[in-house]
């Protein structure tokens, strides 16, 4: 029964399409929608079957019934405003005859880079907590990248942040050019530039001298913050980064806060969240049971007297986190190097 | 950094489970990375001791092996070339888990038969017991070692990978690690007894020192010991340099090694008899001065490095490497051993211009303080006096020019608060720190204490180091978690950041992905933007060390990193939509470059998806992406912004001549749009066509204004008129519409066809139009519009030599 109900419609529909004049519509009407059409019949017939049989069946006559009804519709404005125009356009849904799994008509998906859409994730969550965005160059004096920062020259600190320099790039003060190695070096200009109270992020592109392999790359993200203010405690510090990690990685998500050293801070911080892979027990993926999420600390003293702030007044603290770290935690991306590759078998994905 | 938890156990007790003392040291800010537990497979293994050692009867090259248990015997079947009576051995039973040295799996020992005799159990490698490589022989344990004990008890470990932070140089010591594990469980602290015995004649009589570079070395300590033999080390002392990762080498550099890991002082060892004149003197050296270091390599050296020279030549270069021509061989019979203090700027640079990295250059560039140099010496005299069975000249030289005197640091319960947000009272913050080592006293004011660091920490220098010392120690976990209360500053606008923003959205609405790419490019693929192959102007910005010629110049457009993206993708079948906002960097005179927000974005391929409901795009009819896509883009976007656009004749090089455009607002130029020229696309080798537009956000940003003013939506109804204009084909569509929208009642042009072919004479083209007339105040007539209609054709006429098209 139900395959005399699907070539009905198949039928009913080619004979349609077929007719070009008003006045024959009204045979086909009462050929297929008529008191004694087939499916009339058809419906009839359905007292006869099984309980379950009668539900499927009758609920397929009656949208075939619609379809058809709604074929005749269109049909009949069709004929009657077109009769000049040459081209009768075809409608998608009476082509599909009734099979509603066809493909939608295709609209494109873009998207945003994982990494902006994790730098906008991050900036909604900072700014919501009063920070804002303050921007600065990417190519930059080792000034502030790194003396202002209490990073000095033939200093081991500096080792871990190996440079690329611009070449021939020297200022009137004897600074050199180079390409920042982190964006802290923003927070730098940001103290001598700006009058507390401060409440800032800074994000983009960092670089350094250094092997592509899975975890690095010669270009890649930082998102710094920094507060200044009187009053500013690392309590303070601890619940803007767990407010951060809460928002971020979600309630239930353990945070570790220990301490740790980074020149331009004092006490020093490392945040870290417990390892999803092994619940905290150690695995391949973090280290016993942890994966480090930012650096932070209170601003050191020197930093801030560098930038004409007085130290014994106000207090600060900073934080900076890599941020392709975020999205390869959270989407399982195994390798930083997908980031920049731009494939698109990788973009459409996240 | 891997540390044995054995060793450290020797200077400080802990009965705390490892992962416990790792996470305290951790917390604390001495990372432990990882740990590696020794001998977690060792059950059945015992020590044993060798009573009997007999030829095998079938094969000479293997023994028979008696092995007493303490208690019972074993005789087992050995090929080891090591075996001899009395040693003491690890005895493995059968059932035991060991490692397959041949495959490196662990497997359980069987029951064997070997050439006819069976050996019950074995005696074990170090290979086999997964210590280290060796398999060479069995392994030998020291006398100490107790017959029928477990070998766990006796070689049992931890190994704690550790990540020591840069500040403390401390740590990079068994008994820094120790002394910080003494503060975190409320323990204290053993050092090695360094004691012996000395004989006349003093050192001083038979060597002197100078400094003449006081500031590059504030201390330099020197002892003397004659009359030794060089050997092996102990095997104790083998062991501890073994779990740390060091090969042993002699009595003389074990010792000096082996102090360097326990007191975190590097040492250096002469042979007294190679030394000209009894002489060291401390000096910057010769421009150009040549040296052989230890290594057999010709070291040239720098006018700011310091070496150590005797009274001819340099014999060391300071901190960093020994020289040849004074080192310790088998002969050496006296020794001068070398504990000094070193600028660490100093030494940090000697490494990294020589790329000679090492344990002690480490240290050293990490600022140990001076005071460590005495004990350190005393230690490694000791053991040096006992392991190569030597005499110590009575006294140890000390020069020390630059001493300089500790200062008390004062810390209040106020300030700690201040920074820490939680108060702790004075007994506590004086416990803590005294817990460190510190000398505390009463300050000025009852919540003021005075503490002076101790000489290790060199690492403190202002109050609130100490503040950290307090928070660590007590913990960070006991630092409470608040939200910022004070006032959010005042925000200002961030008008690019505004705009990207919104740009993004539009496009990944039209369906476009954005790219980020690295804007370090190749110079040669830069050059390729221009078909004429001539080079880019302004020459880009290089690196002064690129890391390769793919990464030279920082980018001066955008357009080869979304080029870069095109070959990567170019096996996409169907439309591919990219974007990149990002920086440009123009060079600037003695400045930094500008770095210049830019928008750039490309079309390729098809510009539908194959779909049933397109029946051409199947049949391999689909048109790819025209200049028209691209430029309804640019228009979709600046419309969005509420910015007006028009469109002029433009000469980029790396488009197609024909099919290009500026994108120009009143102000003038903000952007390109047009078709990438073939022979671009040809050199990087991508299927065409590609549609391409780049907009400069500063340009464009003086024409987005905060706000548009409301226009009253039209109370009367438009009338609308077609027109089809026949014009040359040289004329542009923009002058008819400009000539159009010059008339009153004129609200909107719309162009729905054109042609050119047989319906027109050579050299025409047809524009369909159709205009909207409106008014704002009253309902228009058909002879309103009729008479506007006339003048705007008659204008079209005379300017443009337009006709109807009939
Ligand atoms: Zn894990």
């Known amino acids: 029964m139900r395959e005399q109900l699907e070539e009905l419609l198949t039928k009913a529909r080619r004979e349609l399409s077929a007719i070009s004049e008003v006045k024959d519509l009204e045979s086909w009407r009462v050929r297929y929608l008529g008191r004694k059409s087939e499916l009339t019949n058809i419906l009839r017939g359905l007292a006869g079957l099984s309980l379950e049989e009668r539900k499927t069946v009758g609920a397929r006559a009656n949208e075939v019934k619609s379809l058809l009804a709604e074929g005749l519709n269109q049909k009949t404005e069709e004929l009657k405003k077109g009769s000049t125009q040459k081209s009768v356009r075809v409608d998608d849904a009476l082509l599909a005859m009734g099979d509603i799994t066809l493909p939608g008509r295709p609209y494109p998906v873009g998207r945003l880079h994982p990494v902006t859409q994790t730098l906008n994730e991050m900036s909604e969550i900072f700014t919501s907590m009063g920070f804002q965005v303050f921007d600065g160059p990417e190519v930059e004096w080792d000034y502030y990248n790194f003396e202002a920062l209490n990073i000095p020259e033939e200093h081991p600190t500096r080792d871990d942040q190996s440079t690329f320099w611009v070449d021939q790039l020297t200022s009137p003060k004897g600074w050199k050019g180079l390409l920042r190695t982190q964006t802290t070096a923003v927070s730098a200009r940001a103290v001598e530039a700006m009058e507390p109270p401060i409440r800032i992020i800074e994000f983009g592109k960092c670089y350094r001298y250094e092997a592509t392999d899975a975890t690095h790359g010669i270009m890649f993200y930082h998102l710094d913050g920094l507060a200044v203010d009187r009053g500013i405690t690392m309590a303070d510090l601890k619940g803007t980064l767990y407010e951060f990690a809460r928002r971020y990685f979600g309630e239930d998500r353990k945070v570790r806060f220990r301490c740790d050293f980074f020149p331009f801070v004092e006490p020093g911080v490392e945040m870290a969240i417990e390892c999803a892979l092994c619940h905290g027990e150690g695995c391949s993926l973090c280290d016993e049971g942890w994966l480090e999420i930012l650096g932070a600390g209170m601003t050191h003293p020197d930093v801030l007297r560098r930038g004409g702030i007085d130290p014994d007044v106000y207090t600060s603290f900073a934080f900076g986190i890599g941020v392709e770290r975020l999205p390869m935690l959270r989407y399982g991306v195994d390798d930083m190097r997908l980031f920049y590759a731009n494939d698109l078998r990788f973009l459409r994905q996240l | ?806």
């Open chain 2, 1 to 806: 950094m891997k540390i044995s938890l054995n060793w450290l156990k020797q200077y400080v007790d802990t009965t705390l489970p490892p992962k416990e003392v790792a996470r305290r040291l951790t917390m604390a800010g001495s990372e432990v990375k990882g740990q590696q537990v020794i001998g977690e497979n060792w059950e059945g293994i015992v020590v044993g001791r060798i009573t009997a050692v007999n030829a095998h009867p079938n094969a000479d090259r293997l023994t028979l092996v008696t092995i007493d248990l303490g208690g019972s015997e074993e005789t087992v079947v050995c090929g080891a070339p090591n075996v001899a009576v009395d040693t003491k051995v690890a005895y493995a039973p059968v059932g035991a888990r060991l490692i397959n040295p041949n495959t490196g799996e662990q497997e359980t020992l069987k029951s064997a038969k070997i050439r006819g005799v069976v050996s019950s159990g074995m005696a074990c490698s170090e290979k086999e017991l997964g210590i280290s490589e060796d398999h060479t022989g069995i392994l030998v344990l020291s006398d100490e070692a107790e017959v029928g004990r477990p070998l766990a008890d006796y070689l049992g470990d931890v190994i704690f990978n550790m990540d020591i932070t840069p500040n403390r140089p401390d740590c990079l010591s068994m008994i820094g690690l120790a002394r910080e594990i003494a503060a975190l469980t409320g323990q204290t602290v053993h050092l090695p007894d360094a004691s012996y015995e000395e004989v006349e004649p003093s050192v001083e009589s038979q060597v002197s020192v100078e400094i003449t570079a006081p500031d590059l070395c504030p201390r330099y300590c020197a002892s003397l010991i004659t009359g030794i033999s060089i050997g092996e080390s102990p095997r104790w002392m083998q062991e501890r340099l073994i779990s740390y990762g060091m090969r042993p080498i002699n009595n003389i550099v074990d010792v000096t090694n082996f102090v360097m890991l326990e007191y975190g002082q590097p040492l250096h060892s002469f042979d007294y008899e190679k030394l000209s004149g009894r002489k060291i003197i401390v000096h910057r050296a010769s421009e150009g001065e040549e040296m052989v270091s230890l290594d057999g390599i010709e070291r040239t050296l720098a006018g700011n490095m310091l070496v150590i020279a005797d009274a001819e030549r340099a014999v060391a270069l300071a901190g960093v490497m020994g020289g040849a021509n004074s080192e310790v061989t088998e002969e050496t019979t006296s020794i001068l051993l070398e504990s000094a203090s070193f600028n660490p700027r100093s030494i940090h640079y000697t490494g990294r211009i020589l790329n000679m990295p090492s344990e002690a250059c480490m240290r050293f560039e990490r600022g140990i303080s001076p005071e460590l140099t005495l004990p350190a010496i005393k230690r490694a005299t000791q053991l040096i006096a006992e392991l190569g069975g030597g005499q110590v000249a009575r006294g140890i030289i000390d020069v020390y020019p630059g001493r300089v005197e500790p200062q008390p640091l004062a810390i209040t319960t106020e300030e700690v608060k201040r920074v820490l947000g939680v108060e702790f009272n004075r007994e506590q913050i004086e416990a803590t720190l005294s817990s460190l080592g510190f000398e505390c006293q009463a300050g000025s004011s009852a919540s003021e204490v005075l503490a002076t660091a101790p000489y290790w920490r060199s690492d403190i220098s202002i109050p609130v180091d100490l503040v950290e010392e307090v928070a660590r120690v007590i913990g960070y976990d006991e630092i409470p978690t608040t939200m910022l209360n004070t006032p959010i500053p005042q925000q200002s606008p961030a008008p690019v950041i505004e705009l990207k923003r919104k740009l993004g959205e539009s496009l990944t609405g039209y369906g476009f992905h954005e790219i980020v790419t690295n804007p370090l490019v190749n110079l040669e693929m830069l050059n390729r933007l221009y078909p004429e192959s001539h080079s880019a102007s302004p020459a880009p910005i290089k690196l002064a060390n690129p890391i390769s010629i793919m990464h030279e110049y920082l980018r001066p457009n955008l357009r080869v990193g979304l080029m870069a993206a095109l070959v990567t993708n170019r096996r996409i079948g169907g439309p591919v939509r990219f974007y990149e906002l990002g920086k440009v960097y123009l060079p600037q005179l003695d400045d930094l470059p500008e770095e210049v927000e830019m928008l750039c974005g490309v079309l390729s391929g098809l510009r539908d998806e194959p779909s049933w409901q397109n029946a051409s795009s199947s049949l391999g009819e689909a048109a790819p992406f025209s200049f028209f896509d691209a430029k309804g883009i640019v228009e979709g976007l600046l419309t969005g912004l509420g910015v007006p656009s028009s469109y002029e004749l433009s000469t980029d090089e790396t488009l197609h001549p024909l099919k290009q455009a500026a994108i120009v607002t009143d102000g003038g130029q903000v952007g390109i749009v047009g078709e990438l020229h073939p022979a671009v696309l040809e050199g990087f080798d991508i299927p065409g066509p590609v549609q391409f537009f780049e907009i400069s956000l500063p340009a464009l940003l003086p024409f987005i204004h905060g706000h548009r003013m409301f226009q009253p939506i039209p109370r009367f109804p438009a009338m609308l008129r077609d027109v089809a204009l026949v014009v040359d084909v040289g004329t542009a569509y923009q002058q008819i519409v400009n000539i159009m929208r010059g008339f009153p009642l004129v609200e909107q042009v719309a162009l729905f066809d054109v042609y050119s072919g047989d319906q027109v004479p050579p050299g025409k083209k047809s524009l369909a139009c159709r205009i909207t007339y409106q008014s704002p105040d009253h309902t228009l007539t058909d002879e309103e519009v009729n008479r506007v209609q006339k003048r705007i054709l008659d204008k079209l006429s005379r300017d443009l030599g337009a006709t109807l098209r009939s």
